[in-house]
C-alpha cells in the first residue's frame, strides 16, 4: 500500500479530551444562560481541582489582547456566551495562535443547549488583513 495519504494527528488528544469534559461540567453545572464570567469561574475551579496548570485572562504581547485561558500552555481556551459563533470569533482565535505561537485553540459557545467546542489549529501561512 503506497502511503501518498499523509497521516494526521490529534494535537494533545488527553489533554484537549481533559478540557473538553471541563467544559461539558461546566455548561451542566450552570446552563446555557450565564455570563462568559460565570463559566470562567466554574471552568478555573474545575482546573484547580483537577491539578491542570492554567493561566487566565491575561494579555499577550503588545496587542492588548486578552486570553481567557491557556491550559498547560498548550492549549489556549476561548470561551463563549453567545446567540452564535461568527467568522469574527474564529479570526480572534487564529490571531490568539499566531501571538502566542500556540498550535491549538479550543472555542466553545456556553449559549447553546448543547455545547460543542471547536478546535481551531494554528494555519502556519496565516497572515493579518
Known sequence: MEESVKETKLLYPELSYSVAGICFSAHNELG???????????????????????????????????????????????????????????EQTQRYLQETGTRLALLVNFRNKYIKPVRVVKIDSWHRK
Open 32 to 90: 446555557p444562560y450565564a455570563r462568559e464570567k460565570q463559566y470562567g469561574d466554574v471552568i478555573k475551579r474545575l482546573l484547580m481541582e483537577k491539578s491542570i496548570p492554567f493561566q487566565r485572562e491575561f494579555s499577550i504581547g503588545s496587542s492588548g489582547n486578552i486570553l481567557d485561558f491557556l491550559i498547560d500552555e498548550k492549549i489556549i481556551l476561548e470561551i463563549k456566551a453567545k446567540r452564535i459563533l461568527t467568522r469574527d470569533d474564529y
